[in-house]
């Protein structure tokens, strides 16, 4: 096997990124790429890499009045019950986190498309006012 390729490369850049990500908190995926947009690129390939289909990402805006008012006890059960559709949708969608601001609720989710998204909504009866499929990510990183 010529270096730099086969399961022994995939090691070594699993090694690689697991150091940048000890040290900075984030991996330095600019120096395997090419330009600075690039680097979010890469990011999202690293997956399939070792094996794994990647997803797109998408945000869902809910529209829930007083949400930022929610008792941590509300919140739990919402998370709960979005947690049991997810395990009957099986692993082609995943939920990252969530933003609570005053009357919103905006969600990060992995899915292999919209539909998908907004099937998650209707069978937890959560309001999915708009779905946007993430184009590309930026961070303070970028400025450099």
């Keep these: 096997m010529r270096p730099g390729t086969g399961s022994h490369a995939k090691d070594t850049l699993a090694f690689e990124l697991a150091q940048c990500d000890i040290i900075s908190g984030r991996p330095h995926l600019r120096r395997f ?8 690129r890469v990011k999202n390939l690293l997956p399939s890499l070792f094996g794994e289909a990647t997803m797109p990402q998408y945000v869902i805006e809910r529209e829930i009045p007083g949400a930022g008012n929610l008792s941590d006890a509300e919140l739990q059960a919402v998370a709960r019950k979005s947690v049991g559709v997810l395990k009957e949708l099986g692993p082609d969608i995943k939920w990252l986190h969530s933003y609570v601001t005053g009357d919103k609720v905006y969600c990060v989710y992995l899915a292999p498309d919209e539909e998908t998204v907004r099937e998650h909504a209707r069978r937890g009866g959560f309001p999915a006012n708009r779905i946007s499929a993430v184009r590309r990510m930026i961070d303070p990183g970028t400025a450099n």
């Design 33 to 40: 790429a090419s330009a600075p947009w690039d680097a979010f």
